[in-house]
Each structure stands twice: as structure tokens, then as C-alpha cells.
């Protein structure tokens, strides 16, 4: 698949695409999960019958062990038959209205991921739009969000990673993440190269 919107921060290459994200090879894969860690629609879907039933079988006894996950952290299962070692089940916030603490909480899912990725040697990653589907948060700030947090991420703490792509699913919500990454692209590469 070719990567058709690429930003350099420091070492690392942040790549925007297009496509299934079941499909792309990485070593950890981000999956848009829920707190209960129970299966749904969307790219949870998708991970999961690609994957195969061993993802759940993990999520199974990580729920007997701690009930769950809460809203803007993430738990780490094998990948099953996915291109990749890892899946981190990231649970984005529902949308309500943007006032209660839902920037905080998808910040915090992607912080959450890149702290698990460093503690695994992960090299690439693959993030879908976290929230924005069934969750309904507003995609130019969710990907807002998401490129500031990488951004700052890799400027303070980038250790192996060296790929992150961005997968979008619908064209529209490329564009968005094309056009904001464009808007930000000045910004993103001076905080940092400092
Ligand atoms: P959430 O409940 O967090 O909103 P969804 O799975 O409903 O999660 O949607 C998150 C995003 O994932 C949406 O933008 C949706 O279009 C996208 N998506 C769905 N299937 C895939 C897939 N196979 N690969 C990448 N992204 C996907």
C-alpha cells in the first residue's frame, strides 16, 4: 500500500493512509476497543475476524483479571493471524459534547499506546481513527489530537520507533487527516527538531 503522505519527526516517519488496517504490517497494531473489551463493529470487528478467536481468548481472562479497561487506556493482547506481534485495545471516550474530558481521554489513549510500544521494542505502529466511528467524535479534532500527541511524544521520548501510520478508512476521513497534518506539518516538524 503505498504511503502517500509522510511527515519526518526527528527519526521516526509518520505515515498517513488509506486502507484496511488488518492489512498492514507492523509490529503492534492499535485497535478503537471498548471498555468492557467485548467485541463490536468497526475496526474491533474487522481486528478480531482477521485476527482469529485467540485476540478474544486473551481479552477474556485480562477481563477476568481486572473487570476491563477504562476509558483512555489500553491492554496488550498477542495478534493472532495479523500481520503483527501485538494489538493494543485502546478505549477511546464516547463524544458527548467535547466538555467532558473527551480530548483528555483520546490523548491519553494514544500516550497510553506509544508508553506500551516503547516498553516493547515496538519499531512500527498502526493507529486507526480512535473515537470517530460509532463514538462519534468529530474527525478533525480527533485527528488534530492525534498528530499533536505523536508529535510531542517523539520529540520527548521517541526511543526505537521508527514508523507511524495513520490508517484511515474512508477517503473522507484521509482528507481530513491529510489536511490537518498539512495544516500542522510547520508546526509538528519545528516542536520537533525544537
Ligand atoms: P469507535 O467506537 O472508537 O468510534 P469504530 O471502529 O466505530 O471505533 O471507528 C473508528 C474508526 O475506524 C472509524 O473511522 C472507522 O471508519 C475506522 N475503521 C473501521 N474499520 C476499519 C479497518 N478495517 N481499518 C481501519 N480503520 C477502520
Known sequence: MPSDFVIRLGL?????????ITKIAVDAIVNA???????GGGVDGAIHRAGGPEIMQELDSIRDRLGGCSTGSAVVTGAGRLPAKY???????????????ESEQLASCYTTCFNLA???????ISFPS???GIYGYPIEEAADIALR??????????GPLRVVKFVQFSEHDHEVYRR?????RGGLAAQTHG
Open 118 to 124: 516503547a516498553e516493547r521494542d515496538v519499531k512500527a
Open 180 to 184: 490537518r497534518a498539512a495544516e500542522l
Open 33 to 39: 476497543a471498548n471498555s468492557a473489551l467485548a467485541g
Open 130 to 132: 480512535i473515537s470517530t
Open 149 to 158: 500527541v505523536t508529535a510531542e511524544w517523539l520529540r520527548e521520548k521517541p
Open 87 to 101: 494489538v493494543f485495545h485502546a478505549v477511546g471516550p464516547r463524544y458527548r459534547d467535547g466538555k467532558h474530558g
Open 12 to 20: 521516526c516517519e509518520v505515515q498517513l493512509l488509506r486502507g484496511d
